[in-house]
């Protein structure tokens, strides 16, 4: 544990990025929680029988064999390529359309591409920190306000490439402490402090188009206005059936926020037309409440949310309340077991059943956070079904304390933790926790990575990791990194396996 001495947020503006006071004091969860569904595949349901055009056994055979070593071919590919070749067959059927060149020499494709247009100079505030960037973002199609995913790797032509960076002129503007969660393939990005502001506007990000885009939110119903959930950092935010609970957060004058919002992600009826436009609402609820508080986790499990620690400006807080959605009834929970010190800026992640290794009952799993005096890089376990709390003990080298980091759990089960923050110190590392066995990888080496930060937020969608955000001693950042977690783990990215140095 290290010592820290963390001081609550003031009216006045903290420095630019919110510096590593975020991390243990106001930091996001950096555990969003909500639906994570495995992106479809296209064509699904189009296939068609070519069986009567094979003719012989042999040519059968034939076939196969070259489909099968395609299909090798295209899981190869670099992500960006397989991103970009898979949207222009979803966008071919509707209409003609043209795509960026996604990499300088990319593979061969199975099927053909798009002609390509000549490399035009994208237009905005772009900034790419590296060669390859540069070289990726010349290549922009007609549409200027279409984005591109480049590789992150300045120097590599060959790979493995893992991490990659989405450039695009309509972008949310930078900010840190902000919440991110998955709804179907939507990334929808709420409130944050961007260094002079607090932000209460919403955002979201297409993963299937690769388009930023600010969604139509009802202003008035029968003519009078409309409320939505004012500005606000360091809150929680959960998915739940189309549904987005928000809790809480900083709301600036000394303002510790226990309030409530529904955002309802459907279409609704306006004037007898279908529209895509959300709706926010301040729901009526029954029980005991949470107090008001900031750098808490949320986390849907079943049909209940459960609020945990945080921060309301005096003191840190270790207590876990639950809200019942199918009747609005706050309750608080009492837990038997070891319970963990009070604390702010942690993580708290829903454990997939396969992760299980004694029973199947669901489990939290909670990591590091800050205290006023300390900084943590425990791991705790919540067992649901009994409210048991229990400190567990791991192997391998274990991350250095840290708060405002972020931590989601990875397709095969596996917890990855990223960044977050200490005193004096902001970090991008990675690392990699069995959760079977409880072992940490040790930090995964990685070529290159997104700069240092806290107060970031993260959301997987299939084997994709999206970072968006944070802040270090200086910048708050508004660029959208992504992880490639399939790619992470073939090049042995976790425990047990050898680590990755990309040469």
């Known amino acids: 544990m290290e010592s820290t001495d963390l001081d609550n947020p003031k009216e006045k503006a903290p420095s630019p990025a919110m ?18 569904p495995a992106p479809a595949k296209d064509g699904e349901g189009d296939a068609k ?26 899981n190869t590919q670099p992500l960006p390529f397989r991103r970009l070749k898979d949207k222009w067959s979803r966008m071919q059927h509707s209409h003609d359309v043209s795509v960026p060149n996604p990499s300088s020499s990319p593979p061969t494709p199975l099927k053909p591409v798009p002609e390509i247009k000549e490399p035009r100079k994208p237009q905005g505030q ?32 060959n790979g493995p490439f893992f991490w990659y960076r989405v450039v695009s002129k309509f972008v949310p503007k930078p900010r840190n402490c902000h919440t991110a969660t998955m709804v179907g393939d939507k990334m929808l990005v709420f409130g944050g402090f961007g260094g002079s502001k607090w932000f209460e506007e919403l955002w979201t ?25 004012p500005a606000r950092y360091a809150h929680s935010c959960v998915s739940f059936r189309g ?59 079943g049909s209940r949310i459960f609020i945990f620690g945080g921060n309301d400006g005096t003191v840190r807080m270790n207590d876990l309340y639950s809200l019942d959605t199918q009747n609005m009834e706050w309750k608080r929970e009492i837990c038997a077991g070891e319970l963990p010190a009070p604390r702010a800026g942690h993580t708290m992640t ?50 250095s304390a840290r708060a405002g980091h972020c931590a989601c759990t990875l397709p095969g089960g596996d917890l990855l933790v990223w960044g977050g923050g200490s005193v004096g110190k902001v970090m991008n590392d990675l690392h990699v926790l069995n959760v079977g066995t409880m072992t940490w990888s040790g930090e995964v080496h990685l070529k290159m990575s997104p700069e240092p930060r806290v107060g970031h937020s993260v959301c997987m969608w299939g084997t994709e990791m999206y970072v968006f955000g944070g802040g270090d001693s200086n910048t708050v950042f508004g660029d ?13 990215g976790g425990c047990g396996r050898n680590h990755v140095t990309p040469q």
């Open 19 to 36: 510096n590593v006071s975020i991390a243990a004091k106001n930091g996001i969860t950096g555990s969003v929680n909500g639906d994570r």
């Open 49 to 74: 029988d070519t069986s009567l055009q094979r003719g012989t056994e042999k040519e059968v055979e034939k076939v196969e064999k070259v489909e099968t070593e395609g299909e090798k071919r295209e």
């Open 126 to 157: 772009i900034s790419p920190c590296t060669a390859a960037e540069r070289h990726e973002n010349n290549k922009q199609d007609d549409d200027e306000d279409r984005a591109s995913i480049v590789s992150l790797d300045s120097d590599s032509t």
């Open 205 to 229: 990000f297409d993963t299937r188009n690769i388009e930023w885009h600010q969604p139509e939110l009802q202003r008035t119903v029968f003519g009078a206005s409309h409320p939505c959930p």
């Open 243 to 301: 549904l987005l609970y928000v809790f809480g957060g900083y709301g600036g004058a000394d303002s510790w926020l226990g309030d409530l919002w529904v955002l309802d992600t459907q279409s609704i009826r306006v004037r007898d037309q279908t529209k895509a436009i959300m709706s926010w609402s301040k729901p009526d609820t029954v029980g005991e409440a949470p107090s008001p508080r900031a750098a808490h986790t949320a986390n849907v499990v």
């Open 350 to 399: 829903l454990l997939p059943a396969e992760s299980a290794t004694e029973d199947s009952n669901p489990k939290l799993l909670l990591f590091a956070g800050g205290d006023v005096t300390c900084v943590f890089n425990d791991v705790h376990v919540l067992d649901m079904e009994s409210l048991r709390w229990s400190a567990q003990p791991t192997s391998g080298p274990r991350p």
């Open 480 to 492: 959208l990194t992504i992880l490639d977690t399939e790619a992470l783990m073939q090049h042995g």
